[in-house]
């Protein structure tokens, strides 16, 4: 049997190989996410400047996730203007900024529910938001949301785990890239996370 290949495995020991595969992948998310805050807590955080056409970085964002999209059958609408931005910046830091925000969008949306993400340009000013119809968030709760190791109490019932970091991370990495956060939602009736970065 060659490496990767389950053929010979039975349905039990499949099972068990998801499970350790599953956890696995858990806890390189939470090493992964300590390290994150540890270097950008520390200033240590080593910048990628890369150029990157945002439309096009965007649909593989979303593509990363396609497999609960899937799952769940969640309608995705991207929206981007006519000319597309080409864009010198931390590709990493874009990395975590919008890969958590359409992960979480992702999780806490119902089966067929919708997902929606796009950007503008004002100026020289990027607006980028990810919106969805999805748990949404008590409202009492919102100016915690961004708090270390803070998750929303309806989340933690929809799913038990998590760190409370991503969002915290979240925050962080788009005041490294300049910019500001903020959030809209209501319980039970969707979230939009909208960030402003300055182009200069």
């Known amino acids: 049997m060659t490496h990767g ?19 696995a992948q858990r806890m390189k998310a939470l090493i992964d996410d300590f390290l994150s805050v540890s ?21 593989e964002i979303i ?13 995705v609408a991207l929206e981007t ?3 597309p931005l080409v864009w010198q910046t931390d ?12 992960s979480n969008a992702a999780k806490y949306t119902p089966a067929n529910g919708r997902l929606h993400v796009g950007y503008n340009i004002n100026g020289r000013t ?16 919102l100016e915690n949301l961004f708090s ?22 979240v925050k962080q990495s788009v005041e490294m890239l300049g910019g500001q956060i903020t959030v809209q939602s209501r319980q039970d009736a969707g979230t939009t996370f909208t960030v402003t970065i300055p182009l200069a």
Do not use: C
């Open 148 to 169: 270390k190791f803070y998750r929303a109490s309806n989340a933690r019932k929809e799913r038990a785990q998590g760190t409370g970091l991503g969002l915290y991370i």
């Open 91 to 102: 590709r990493r830091l874009l990395h975590i900024v919008t890969s958590n925000l359409v």
């Open 81 to 83: 203007p006519p000319q």
């Open 39 to 59: 270097q950008l807590e520390t200033g240590t955080f080593q910048a990628d400047m890369q150029e990157i056409d945002l439309s096009q970085y965007l649909q």
């Open 126 to 141: 990027l607006t980028f938001w990810v919106a969805d119809s999805g748990i949404g968030i008590p409202s009492n709760e």
């Open 5 to 23: 290949d389950t053929s010979g495995f039975t349905e039990k020991q499949l099972r068990y190989a998801d499970k350790i595969t599953a956890n």
């Open 63 to 75: 593509d990363e996730f396609e497999g609960t999209i899937a799952q769940k059958q969640l309608q």
